[in-house]
């Protein structure tokens, strides 16, 4: 640990008499009565003291709460999520659209960046020249609590750093935390993307059974032996091959912008963008004194 700045010089003459924060002399005529206001004094700040300190080393806590929250929920959605397109689509046979991965993404970015959230919560800590760690330690508090005269401001200061030290350790990376939950939200939003009708052209294999079914090809009879059955058959093959051909020929509907890489790509982008401005934007909340 290194070692703190050497606090001023201070003044260490007797504190007035009417100061409460300093017990009575003894011959103070008053003693008994100042004796009360200085217990009392000292219970009340004792009071204060020990519900701040709580309350700041709680803030630890509840970072950690909120960050086991979003983890947990991120990963059981993605879990039951991914079990539910695996079995929907396998079971139908068709494949699953490129925009049914936008979710589990999201789901996945949230459940990695709640746990580093989490991971990095010990502020950085920078030597500066005259060896006080300029990030953690507030030079005038530490030493107005080293120095001499009355305990308040010293007991004070101390809850003042200590509260500081807390706040840095909870805010500490605290924009992963944001954007794990904003990403959450955004995959949330989109599961129901893969169950979208999208309007999409059938495949290969489901035109040629479409073709096949319109167009089925003639049965030949078995009593039939003459020269004019047999043109007959063979005019009839003849016909529905030309029809098969010719839809065949016809060219498939466009693809739907919903299954488009363009559709995928941007999406993601925006995700994307939705989560680093939710993330980065600034806090508007300060630390009073």
């Not at 959605?77 to 993404?105: D, E, H, N």
């Not at 605290?174 to 052209?201: D, E, H, K, N, Y």
């Not at 925006?270 to 630390?287: D, E, M, Q, W």
Request: avoid cysteine; aromatic fraction near 6%; charged fraction near 20%.
């Amino acid at each position: 640990m290194s070692k703190l700045k050497k606090a001023p010089p201070d003044n260490t003459a007797d504190p007035d008499p009417a100061q409460p924060s300093e017990p009575p002399k003894e011959d103070d005529p008053a003693k008994e009565e100042r004796l009360k206001e200085f217990d009392a004094n000292i219970t009340s700040l004792n009071y204060m003291q020990e519900h701040l300190y709580t309350l700041a080393a709680g803030s630890l806590d509840r970072r950690k709460f909120a960050a086991e929250i979003v983890l947990k929920a991120s990963a059981a959605i993605a879990t039951l999520y991914s079990g539910v397109l695996a079995l929907i689509f396998s079971v139908s046979g068709t494949q699953l659209p490129l925009r049914g991965i936008l979710a589990p993404v999201f789901l996945g970015l949230a459940v990695v960046l709640s746990a580093a959230s989490q991971a990095y919560t010990t502020p950085r800590v920078k030597e500066n020249t005259e060896g006080d760690t300029a990030d953690t330690k507030p030079d005038e508090d530490w030493v107005i609590a080293r120095g001499g005269g009355a305990f308040e401001p010293r007991a004070i200061a101390r809850v003042n750093i200590f509260i500081q030290i807390a706040a840095k350790m909870a805010q500490r990376n605290s924009w992963m935390l944001r954007a794990s939950v904003i990403a959450l939200g955004v995959g949330l939003a989109g599961i129901a993307l893969p169950f979208i009708s999208s309007g999409s052209p059938p495949s290969n294999a489901d035109r040629e059974a479409s073709i096949s079914s319109s167009y089925p090809w003639p049965t030949a009879s078995p009593t039939a032996t003459s020269a004019n059955d047999v043109a007959l058959y063979q005019a009839q093959v003849d016909e529905v091959a030309a029809a098969r051909a010719n839809a065949r020929a016809k060219p498939l509907a466009p693809q739907s912008f919903l299954n488009s890489t363009g559709f995928f790509a941007g999406s993601l982008v925006v995700g994307l963008l939705i989560v680093v401005i939710g993330a980065t934007a600034p806090n508007r909340s300060k630390t009073h004194r």
